[in-house]
């Protein structure tokens, strides 16, 4: 690279922004792969880009920024913990975001904070699809949209209720406790088994075919007790985690 081409770029990259200075965190995903909930984030990068008056700092530089401060931003209790902390990226807002893959959907809780620690929400929904679609473009807009116009028209003081916590942990309750069902039938299953008593009448072929029926009745309670229990308690640590992130 020549020295002009050099001076040229080191000119560019120093250029202030014009406009309110955004950045967006990289999102933390629950139940989400890395690279959906990437393309997710990329989707609201995209989105915060066409809002009017957001110059949206880029994320190699929100990367750098954060691993400097230890790699992710620190737990806050009050809004002048956050609003040292948009102060702190240098920052007029930072919009943060959880990317969700519970109960087959897919979804974005996201969340906006301005510099004096205030908050607003808002959850994006999206297609089943991997790729991403029109229609999430347009939630995306819509979302950011009515974040950025609430926190510029008024203060927001009120949080909205915590919804998608509350559900995901009283769905987590459900589901563990429907897997404990499912593990004391398979228990039970595998009790008789063992004994030599699984109902079953007759002899020779016909009863080892229903000794391998109640076998295989048994191994599949089994197997659901196991994935319901996992799902049981993955979401009720996802909305743990959402509703101490939510914490004012």
């Not at 629950?30 to 110059?55: F, H, K, N, W, Y």
């Amino acid at each position: 690279m020549s020295l002009v081409a050099l001076a040229l770029a080191l000119t560019l990259a120093q250029t202030p922004c014009r406009g309110e200075r955004v950045v967006l965190v990289p999102f933390q995903p629950v139940a989400l792969s890395t690279a959906e909930a990437r393309r997710a984030e990329d989707l609201v990068r995209r989105a915060v880009e066409a809002l009017p008056g957001a110059c949206l700092e880029s994320r190699a530089d929100t990367v750098a920024r954060m691993k400097a401060r230890g790699g992710r931003l620190a737990s806050c209790s009050d809004a002048a913990c956050r609003g040292a902390q948009v102060l702190a990226l240098g920052a007029q807002r930072l919009v943060r975001g959880v990317a969700l893959g519970v109960g087959g959907t897919r979804s974005v809780a996201l969340t906006l904070v301005d510099r004096e620690g205030l908050e607003s929400h808002a959850t994006l929904e999206l297609s089943p699809a991997e790729a991403v679609s029109g229609p999430d473009e347009t939630r995306a807009r819509e979302a950011l949209g009515s974040l950025w116009a609430a926190r510029t028209g008024r203060r927001v003081d009120e949080r909205p209720a915590r919804v998608l916590p509350t559900v995901m942990v009283a769905a987590g309750g459900v589901a563990l406790a429907v897997g404990v069902g499912f593990g004391l039938a398979a228990r039970q299953s595998q009790k008789t088994l063992s004994t030599g008593g699984a109902d079953c009448g007759g002899e020779g072929q016909a009863f080892r075919e229903c000794f391998a029926a109640r076998l295989r009745e048994g191994r599949s309670r089994a197997t659901t007790a196991n994935v319901l229990l996992g799902t049981g308690a993955l979401l009720g640590a996802g909305g743990t985690v959402l509703f101490l992130w939510e914490l004012p």
